[in-house]
Structures are given as C-alpha cells and as structure tokens.
C-alpha cells in the first residue's frame, strides 16, 4: 500500500516540451507539496496546496504550474521545459492539523531534459 | 529569508560511535523543526519533530535537541550503525510550507 505514489519514475525529454507529472496520496491528507532537489541534492519547496490555498514559492517560474482535480491528487505541468529544470521532483503530502505535522514523500520523478 | 545550514556535506564515523549533525538557521526561529532521512534514489523519510518550546527529544536511539537562542538544532545518533549511512536533512515550517537544509550525508564505517 503506496502511501504516496509519482508517476513516472523517470522522464526523458526535450527541450521546449510540455510534461505532466502524476502524484496521488491515499493518506486523506489535507495538504499536498511539490520540491525540486537539484544535482547538489538541495530540497527546495516549489508549492504547497490544500483544497483553500494554493502557496507558490516565489522563484519558481510561471511554467510549473500545480494542478489538483481532487483531495488525493495533485499534478505538476510543466511548460517549455529547459535544461536548468532537470532534477528530481518530490511530491508529498501532511495533515495540516495532525500534531506531528510530518510530511509523506513519494519516491521522486527523476526529469531529464536534453 | 531564512537560510538553513547544516554540517559538513559529509560526515564519516565508526559503528558504534555517537553521529551528531547540526541545523543552523539565520533569521525567525520556527515554531517546530523536523529531521529527515533520505537514502539513495528515495524519497526523505520523517524521523523526528521537536518544538520551540522543547529542548530535547528522543526515539530510540535518535535524540535532537532545539536551542532557539543558539538558532540550532543537533542531531545524535548513538550506538550509531552501518545501516544508519544515509543523508540527513533538518526542516523549518513557515506558512504551512518546509524549507530544508542542506544536508549531511552520513557514513558509519564498520
């Protein structure tokens, strides 16, 4: 039982595409992420989003954009894709109001772009 | 904005031995920070949370400690084991959104 599944485990592209990448969480956590960690394995929160409030970190370009058609889910569009937006991409998901307030991560979309 | 450091890139140790990696933090203190691991190829695993109001915290052999004034938090792992070789990263929660250090890669040397 996957408690935060990503697909594709791996994404091979050009530049200039547009990709989606699917996550979904079977937790019912309220609260869903997007991170980039970068070739020097920095972490770096790209949005959060529950079902009030979208949270869009300011260095993230226009391009990625998070799309969430329901509660479980919630997907990453990415236009135009460059070189520089290679990496690895972790959705996770918490439970805003839960004491812990531990976040779930799936097992990361590796996004190469040539 | 905040800026999140911790220890060494790398950290070598011999089994057995007590691993302590640090968190330094510059500007708000949070109200809680969180320790994660991540091995190869995965995505991090939580381990602990402590609070600003508490100075210590423990699970089995893990133990971290938060001092506000300091702006830092230490990690220890005792007794430490090959198999706890991983990469070691410390978060702070603003606004409901995590912002992670930059890691300690750990090795435990048999």
């Known amino acids: 039982d996957t408690a935060v599944s990503q697909t594709p485990k791996y994404l091979v592209t050009q530049m200039g595409n547009d990709k989606s990448i699917k996550c979904e969480q079977n937790?019912?956590?309220?609260?869903m992420y997007w991170y980039k960690q970068d070739s020097k394995k920095f972490l770096k929160i790209m949005f959060s989003y529950n079902n009030k409030e979208l949270i869009i970190n300011e260095t993230v370009p226009n391009r990625f954009s998070p799309k969430s058609p329901d509660k479980a889910h919630l997907n990453l569009h990415i236009n135009s894709l460059e070189l520089g937006d290679s990496a690895v991409y972790f959705c996770a998901s918490s439970q805003v109001d839960r004491t812990l307030y531990e976040q779930y991560f799936g097992p990361g979309t590796r996004l190469t772009v040539t | 904005s905040q800026k999140i450091e911790q220890n060494s890139e790398a950290l070598n140790i011999q089994e057995g031995k007590t691993a302590t990696l640090t968190c330094n933090y510059t500007n708000y203190s949070p109200a809680y920070l969180q320790w994660y691991r991540q091995d190869p190829g995965r995505g991090p695993v939580f381990l602990l949370l402590i609070r600003e109001n508490e100075k210590e915290k423990r699970k089995e052999r893990l133990k971290v400690t938060f001092d506000t004034t300091l702006k830092q938090s230490l990690f220890h792992i005792t007794a430490s084991q090959p198999a706890d070789s991983a990469t070691y990263l410390c978060a702070l929660e603003r606004f409901n959104q995590f912002y992670f250090g930059t890691g300690t890669s750990l090795t435990v040397i048999p």
């Open positions: 937790l019912g956590h309220d609260t």
